[in-house]
């Protein structure tokens, strides 16, 4: 026994070194950010399309929402593969940890010369770096692991703090998160649900995926509001709803009636995010599973031409 879980505590040994470490690597994209991001971004004003794939277009999305939100000028956002970046945009922002996923670079080639570009990246000797416009490398985010923390963490960070929003909450409540033990609710929980409100609705999202992308549990995610127009049906005993942000009225108690559990805590909505990517990674190990060669995954999805 003692054997068995040695090497079921080694499974996924670079996301937990990855996870643990982000609130060290957002302190250092929130100082980069601060010395760079002013020259390197789409100036305030221009109407923007931010693309990504998979947790980049999740990061997307919240920027979107703060970078609009903020006044700083229309945003918006498309998985790479569905973009309708035709349409007059003054610049196009790509989040790509690799930068090599076929869908990002396809779009980044065919606006050159004629929309300004600027991608966010972990690998800077990737070819997306020979084709945006603008590059801003995040190498030391960078990872080994399939499945993704900090990087798309790092690069949310760096455009939160581009667009004059503290994370000094989120890191600081991130080093708590990495340090709690889980609950075992959360061990034995059968499904989960993650909502969010606002620029947390891609967080909810992101949060389903790592648990799905690590531990293949059964999750879904959408906006808070939404929740109760048909989804609440599967909540139940052992079924699990995790609110990121905002809490809408009457929720808690609605949840409450089903029987499932619900967590809303008075904490940063990206540190909410890593708890959970701890929980997904905890069950990972659980199940004898390798979320950092997980099932049907590569580090960067490359299409054949």
């Not at 996301?15 to 100036?43: D, G």
């Not at 499904?191 to 549990?217: C, D, I, N, P, Y």
């Not at 809303?264 to 390798?290: I, S, T, Y």
Request: hydrophobic share 45%; proline share 5%.
């Amino acid at each position: 026994m003692t054997e068995l879980h040695t090497d079921r505590s080694l499974l996924g040994a670079h996301m937990e070194a990855e996870l643990t470490s982000q609130p060290e690597i957002w302190a250092r994209a929130a100082e980069q950010a601060r010395s760079e991001a002013q020259a390197l971004l789409p100036a305030d004003g221009q109407k923007i399309a931010v693309i990504g794939c998979g947790t980049s277009w999740f990061m997307a999305q919240s920027y979107a929402f703060l970078r609009e939100s903020a006044g700083r000028g229309v945003t918006d956002t498309f998985a790479a593969s569905e973009a309708f970046v035709d349409r007059g945009y003054d610049a196009v922002v790509a989040i790509t940890r690799s930068g090599t996923t076929t869908e990002v670079l396809e779009i980044l080639q065919r606006l050159q010369g004629s929309v300004p570009t600027v991608a966010l990246v972990g690998d800077t000797g990737s070819p997306v770096a020979d084709i945006a416009g603008s590059v801003i490398g995040l190498p030391y985010a960078d990872e080994q692991s399939v499945v993704q923390t900090r990087f798309a963490t790092s690069a949310l960070v760096y455009l939160q703090t581009a667009l004059g929003i503290s994370v000094d909450s989120a890191i600081s409540d991130a080093g708590a998160a990495v340090l709690e033990p889980i609950a075992p609710e959360l061990m034995a929980a059968e499904q989960f649900t993650f909502l969010g409100r606002g620029w947390t609705v891609g967080l909810a999202h992101e949060a389903a995926l790592k648990m799905r992308e690590a531990s293949q549990s059964w999750t879904e995610s959408y906006p808070a509001m939404e929740y109760r127009h048909g989804p609440i049906a599967i909540a139940a005993p052992n079924r699990v709803t995790w609110l990121f942000g905002e809490e809408p009225h009457g929720l808690a108690s609605d949840v409450a009636n089903t029987g499932g559990l619900y967590i809303h805590r008075d904490a940063a909505p990206l540190a909410e995010l890593v708890r959970a990517q701890k929980v997904a990674l905890e069950r990972a190990r659980v199940l004898g599973l390798n979320p950092d060669q997980p099932r049907n995954l590569s580090r960067s999805v490359i299409l054949d031409a």
